[in-house]
């Protein structure tokens, strides 16, 4: 989907909407300048992932990582890996839901999958809100979640480039 604001573009992916093929490690990219062979919506992806200057990353985690259509997105990011270029510096947040209450490591597969993407985009980590437990929503607590994510979007808002 996109959304032409006054002043700003917001582009926004489902990724579950989106046709993307899963990464074949081919090294197809690295030898044609980071094109990959694969044709597809990813070249739109990777356009939007280049040129932002606010990445949103939204995502369920499922058994401490995130669902395979952005996994596939991901993985597909080896094109920016293999064949590096310098690109504008960007802000980047995660905003990440776990079904399940809070155990260690929960959310750490999406950081550390996240984190060689940002750094091949240029973006930096400009905060991040994780939020378990969601399966039991609909109790008190509630009201409190949501006005936590309320901060969170309000943040990033606040502090566009």
Same mark, same amino acid.
């Given at each position: $989907?996109?959304?032409?604001?006054? #002043?700003? &573009? +917001?582009?926004?992916?489902?990724?579950? &909407?989106?046709?993307?093929?899963?990464?074949?490690?081919? @090294? *197809?990219?690295?030898?044609?300048? /980071?094109?990959?062979?694969?044709?597809?919506? $990813?070249?739109?992806?990777?356009?939007?992932?280049?040129?932002? &200057?606010?990445? !949103?990353? =939204?995502?369920?985690?499922?058994?401490?990582? $995130?669902? #395979?259509?952005?996994? #596939? +997105?991901?993985?597909?990011?080896?094109?920016?890996? #293999?064949?590096?270029?310098?690109?504008?510096?960007?802000?980047?947040? =995660?905003?990440? %839901?776990?079904?399940?209450?809070?155990? @260690? /490591?929960?959310?750490?597969?999406?950081?550390?999958?996240?984190?060689? !993407? %940002?750094? @091949?985009?240029?973006?930096?980590?400009?905060?991040?809100?994780? +939020?378990?437990?969601? &399966?039991?929503? $609909?109790?008190?607590?509630?009201? =409190? =979640?949501?006005?936590?994510?309320? @901060?969170?979007?309000?943040?990033? *808002?606040?502090?566009?480039?």
């Amino acid at each position: $989907m996109h959304k032409t604001g006054a #002043a700003e &573009d +917001i582009v926004i992916y489902r990724t579950a &909407d989106l046709n993307i093929g899963y990464c074949k490690a081919c @090294d *197809y990219c690295e030898k044609n300048n /980071g094109e990959c062979i694969i044709e597809d919506d $990813m070249q739109k992806v990777l356009l939007s992932l280049t040129e932002c &200057d606010t990445l !949103v990353v =939204i995502t369920p985690v499922y058994f401490s990582a $995130m669902p #395979a259509s952005l996994k #596939a +997105i991901v993985d597909r990011c080896q094109c920016l890996y #293999a064949y590096p270029k310098q690109y504008a510096p960007k802000k980047a947040y =995660i905003l990440a %839901f776990g079904g399940s209450s809070l155990y @260690d /490591g929960q959310f750490e597969g999406i950081f550390a999958s996240f984190k060689h !993407v %940002f750094k @091949d985009i240029n973006a930096t980590l400009t905060d991040s809100l994780c +939020i378990p437990d969601t &399966d039991s929503f $609909m109790n008190e607590t509630d009201d =409190i =979640i949501r006005e936590e994510i309320a @901060d969170f979007s309000k943040n990033i *808002y606040n502090n566009r480039q």
